[in-house]
């Protein structure tokens, strides 16, 4: 049987908590009023909620490691 390795294991881990997260946003998207604006701030704020997410997950593998994200501090 195949081992996964603990990176590559994190890595899965971090996946599934982001699109947990994403899920539970657009759950949300029926009840947001529909206007132009409004969904393009709630699709940021979906986009940043989940590069935190894996970073911090991907971090805790490797916490020496540095990421290149879009318009985000990490």
């Known amino acids: 049987m ?4 603990s990176i590559v294991q994190g ?3 971090a996946c599934r ?4 997260s ?3 946003d657009f ?3 029926e009840q947001l009023q529909t206007s ?3 969904l393009s701030t709630f ?3 979906i986009r940043l909620k989940t590069e935190a997410i894996v970073v ?3 971090t805790k593998i490797r916490p020496e490691f540095h990421f290149l994200m879009r318009d985000s501090k990490y």
């Open 27 to 29: 759950s949300e998207l």
């Open 2 to 5: 195949y081992k996964q390795s």
């Open 36 to 38: 132009k604006n409004d």
């Open 17 to 20: 908590k982001a699109a947990s």
């Open 43 to 45: 699709i940021n704020e």
């Open 11 to 13: 890595m899965i881990s």
């Open 22 to 24: 994403i899920t539970r």
């Open 56 to 58: 911090r997950e991907l």
